[in-house]
């Protein structure tokens, strides 16, 4: 469903690679591309029996079932996006079972829930795990986007897309959780320079306060009664489901316009003034409106 109907089958055998769909927004953008038609490439580091070092019991199998069963077909292929060898694989699979067919490349890895020390300064956080968030949410970006792209640039046509959190250069509370946010949105500008010449479109995105099963896990509730964690965090209240996002992508994915936006960041609550996006409950949360509200921008 996009903005409360049924979505149109826009995305009919186009082919996607979603880097990090195993759980939150990468799951979401996935079942959502499927739901519109598309073949989806379904990667991550958690597979049945073998999860990664995030120990959430999410896998890709599952997201890719998901795909088919929204309409689209889905297809699991175990990658850790930090290796090198690993994505030149994936994408070489992908080139030979699609015919060369790339339509849209995903970057939403990141894996870095227990790097980031929140609360510390960036000399008194770890050094060693600064760096792996760097590896994990900046370098496996960089891999994906150097073997996704040649595929795009060979037809003259494709979307790259960087998830990020936050759509400006403002810091966000921590040095190395800042600075791999940041520079998510620099690679879609710098590459949508380099590939715009080759009609290969590259943008940014960011969601709001995501509902994400970590996030409702690390409240204690679940989507049926999400709100009783507002008794907890009160800003809680303009959460939102990854299905925002993921609804406002596809539909962005699809804007005949879509080559003039190239290098932007866009936001969930922005695609869905735009688009007439609607979220899974059929609510249009804007934290933008609200962070203005709440005084976190000043």
Request: glycine residues 10%.
């Amino acid at each position: 469903m996009i903005g409360g109907r049924s979505i149109v089958r826009t995305l009919e055998g186009r082919v996607a690679v979603v880097a990090g769909a195993t759980r939150g927004l990468g799951r979401a953008i996935a079942v959502t591309l499927g739901e519109a038609g598309a073949i989806v490439y379904v990667t991550g580091r958690s597979v049945r029996g073998e999860p990664s070092d995030i120990g959430r019991p999410e896998t890709i199998e599952e997201t890719a079932e998901r795909v088919t069963a929204a309409g689209g077909r889905g297809i699991a292929v175990r990658t850790d996006h930090t290796d090198e060898v690993q994505v030149k694989a994936l994408f070489e699979r992908v080139a030979d079972e699609q015919n060369g067919r790339l339509d849209m490349a995903v970057n939403d890895v990141w894996g870095c829930e227990k790097l980031v020390e929140w609360g510390r300064t960036f000399w008194e956080h770890d050094l060693s795990d600064g760096f792996a968030v760097q590896r994990r949410a900046v370098w496996s970006h960089m891999i994906t986007s150097y073997y996704a792209a040649p595929l795009m640039v060979r037809r003259q046509e494709g979307l790259i897309v960087e998830v990020t959190d936050g759509w400006d250069y403002r810091y966000r509370g921590n040095l190395y959780y800042s600075l791999a946010k940041i520079s998510a949105i620099h690679l879609a500008q710098s590459m949508a320079a380099d590939l715009k010449p080759h009609g290969v479109t590259a943008i940014a995105v960011s969601p709001g306060f995501l509902r994400s099963e970590e996030m409702l896990d690390h409240f204690g509730v679940t989507e049926a009664n999400w709100r009783e964690a507002v008794k907890q965090e009160p800003h809680f209240i303009m959460s939102e489901t990854p299905y925002y996002m993921a609804r406002g992508l596809a539909a962005l994915s699809t804007d005949p316009q879509l080559a003039a936006k190239t290098g932007g960041v866009f936001t969930s609550w922005g695609l869905s003034d735009e688009y007439g996006i609607q979220d899974v409950d059929g609510a249009r949360p804007h934290w933008g409106n609200y962070a203005k509200e709440q005084g976190f921008y000043d």
